[in-house]
């Protein structure tokens, strides 16, 4: 799906902020567990690398944070939501973690005003649909992207408080906090709190009314069975769990996710399309290991398979 431009936001950004955006840079270029940038007079004075900590970040500062590190940006952003004073806005793709939404509930509860903003077809699958649920259901608005053209993802990932903002390639999920390979930054400086801040509540005023109470209604799950159950739950969606034997790529370039050595006889598969399968990295490091496979189990050539796109369907 080709994703369109939209027009830039731009402030003006003083000297002080340039320097602090050069430091992260090069900051993250050093490696590390934690990275911290900060405003360096002095030019060659070495950046401070602190070990990484979950905290809201201090005044006027920039933290970069390599989800790998710690396997813990979770817990960055809960830190944030938990530190909320007046609002909460954000706009996430894909959100499966309940630790952030019963976070996003707590703030809600003490007084402060949150505010969602969800992808239509990922708050409709089988893992988001619980969580919008549970917003919702908590009184918290949620909407959903309608765009003119009628095609287009809302694919921003991104918080923003009272005080803070976080923003990034980091999903809220849980391969995006212990297996992908993320960036998350959290920063402070109030002129770029504000550009984000700015920005969704542009999205907030262009989808009103587009309610994600709708998608959160989705099919109960039957549990987790084996994946010689699954061809007796054709329609319904399940947690499909047995030993990856293969992760076979075909020529198209889809990858089928076997449970036999005879894929001609298994009686389940998983299938990532070519156009999904560069969010999951290599699949074949699940071989020789037990996993679950989650989503609407259909059935396609005799054989019942679930279709695989977003890396939260799978687990050990």
Known sequence: MMEKRGKGYTKPMSQKMIRALVAAVLALAAGGVGYAAGDSEAAGTSIDIPAQTVSAPPTDSIRVVYSLDQKQT????????????SHIYFAMYTFTIHSIADALVAAKKRGVDVRGIVDSGQAAGSYSAPIIAKLIGAGIPMVTEKHASGNGIMHIKAIVTDSAYAHGSYNWTNSAT???DEILEIGTDETLRRTYEDILKKLFDAYRGNSAAAGAAAPVSVGTIDYTEAPRHIGQVASVRGMLIDAYTSKSGTVFLDFCKDYKTCPFAGVIFADDVKRFGDPSHYEG????????ISLYKNKAEIILSTPSQISK
């Open 74 to 85: 979770d817990k960055e952003v809960i830190a944030l939501i938990e530190a909320a004073r």
């Open 178 to 180: 212990t297996i992908n």
């Open 289 to 296: 290991t037990v996993i679950t496979l989650s989503g609407e």
